[in-house]
């Protein structure tokens, strides 16, 4: 992950934390582009990644780094409002210690590289990013060093598998002109063109 090591995960936080006030309650029951979450469980998706990648940057190691991510559906916690966007910036501040991207460290359970595990938290706060925004039809434009980051981890992850999937789901073909935010979506197993589904 070649240049990964300068990236700021502060600037994408804040563009998850603003897409996340704009869930209104009423709608926590609707779908999103991940057909396994609703709204309210990809928030609650989102807070245990947060600190899941805070802790494996503190290198501090216990059940949330070691717990796999597909285990459950995750829970939204009642103060979530306050919850999410507080750990999205202990996420970013535990990233910016030059301490977490040095050696090993552990998260969902697997072990791997500091770095790379900088590159997959980062991945994670823009498709999620974009799967909030489609999900509830806001704007979207994800900060762009961490969503270079997200692409070029997640093209590495569609090489490395010779059965031509991505460690998300099978890779959604988008042309390579594309938008680079479309091209990492495709990437992550989702159709760049979803939208919710109309009511009957």
């Known amino acids: 992950m070649t240049g990964t090591k300068t990236l700021d995960l502060g600037p994408q936080a804040r563009i998850v934390a603003r897409l996340a006030a704009g869930v209104p309650d009423a709608r926590l029951g609707d779908p999103t582009p991940c057909p396994a979450y609703a709204l309210g469980d990809l928030l609650g998706h989102l807070a245990g990644l947060c600190v899941a990648f805070r802790d494996a ?28 966007p507080r750990v999205l910036d202990e996420l970013a501040e535990a990233w910016r210690d030059p301490a977490a991207w040095s050696g090993m460290t552990r998260a969902g359970g697997v072990d791997l590289p500091g770095d790379i595990a900088a590159a997959v938290a980062a991945d994670e706060l823009v498709v999620h990013g974009w799967d909030l925004a489609r999900a509830t039809g806001q704007e979207y434009e994800p900060d762009q060093a961490a969503l270079r980051a997200s692409h070029a981890f997640l093209l590495a992850a569609a090489e490395e598998d010779d059965r031509g999937g991505g460690i998300f789901g099978p890779v959604v073909p988008v042309p390579d002109e594309a938008p680079l935010l479309d091209r990492a979506v495709g990437l992550s197993g989702r159709d760049p063109g979803w939208t919710p589904p109309t009511s009957p």
Do not use: M, Q
């Open 57 to 84: 940057a503190r290198k501090d190691f216990g059940p949330t780094t070691d717990t796999d991510p597909g285990s459950g559906v995750p829970s939204l916690s009642a103060d979530w409002r306050e919850e999410l």
